[in-house]
């Protein structure tokens, strides 16, 4: 079956414009996580959907980051008035559950360059 | 706050060898740890998962262990090939969040 998907691929913009990325879970698939992944670093947790639950959003680095998942299945990521620091890669992932031993599968995630 | 470590070098292997991951993590001891496996320009994908309770997991040629007392997870690749190269992430959760702790991975290159 189909996996997690991410769009677009790759993302150049400048400096204090808007981005949104996509992502699409496996269907049937309750969770859905962002993270964001900086080179040499680990994945860092931004924000986690769990079927019709509010988010949890305490890992959004600052204001400027929001994100929906309508219809309890395709969520976008928004980052609004990009700065440079915001350049990473972010990948979503989803599970069927939110239990703890629950496995993720990850997108091919969303490589954002900010000039 | 909990925190993870992994071997930032990169770790060369001779074909055919064992190559070992290492893992460290502070503070208290996680539920579960996971080891993921990353291919350049893809996103993880889980490989074997340990509860706290457990000393080792087995899964075809890789090998996970937990050791509570040092705070480690070692991970095992018994008989390695060339397509085992890729970066391995370790994550870890504790019993009552679902969230993932994820450590920065460590890139394994098998030479042939």
């Known amino acids: 079956g189909a996996g997690v998907s991410q769009s677009p691929s790759n993302k150049v913009t400048e400096k204090g414009k808007d981005v949104e990325l996509r992502c699409d879970p496996i269907?049937?698939?309750?969770?859905l996580y962002w993270y964001r992944q900086s080179l040499g670093q680990g994945l860092e947790f931004l924000i986690y959907?769990?079927?019709?639950?509010?988010?949890?959003k305490s890992g959004l680095p600052s204001d400027r980051f929001s994100a929906e998942r309508t219809g309890g299945s395709v969520s976008t990521l928004t980052i609004q008035r990009t700065q440079q620091e915001d350049s990473a890669v972010y990948l979503c992932?989803?599970?069927?559950?939110?239990?703890?031993?629950?496995?993720?599968?990850f997108g091919p995630g969303t490589r954002l360059l900010v000039l | 706050s909990q925190k993870i470590e992994q071997n930032s070098e990169a770790l060369n292997i001779q074909e055919g060898k064992t190559a070992t991951l290492t893992c460290n993590y502070t503070?208290?001891?996680?539920?579960?740890l996971q080891w993921y496996r990353q291919d350049p320009g893809r996103g993880p994908v889980f490989l074997l998962l340990?509860?706290?309770n457990e000393k080792e997991k087995r899964k075809e040629r890789l090998k996970v262990t937990f050791d509570t007392t040092l705070k480690q997870s070692l991970f095992h690749i018994t008989a390695s090939q060339p397509a085992d190269s890729a970066t391995y992430l370790c994550?870890?959760?504790?019993?009552?969040?679902?969230?993932?702790?994820w450590g920065a991975g460590t890139k394994l290159i098998i030479k042939p």
């Open positions: 992932a989803s599970s069927t559950l939110a239990g703890v031993a629950e496995t993720q599968y």
């Open positions: 269907s049937g698939h309750t969770a």
């Open positions: 959907f769990q079927g019709n639950s509010a988010p949890d």
């Open positions: 340990i509860r706290e």
């Open positions: 994550a870890l959760t504790m019993d009552s969040n679902y969230q993932l702790i």
């Open positions: 503070n208290y001891s996680p539920a579960y």
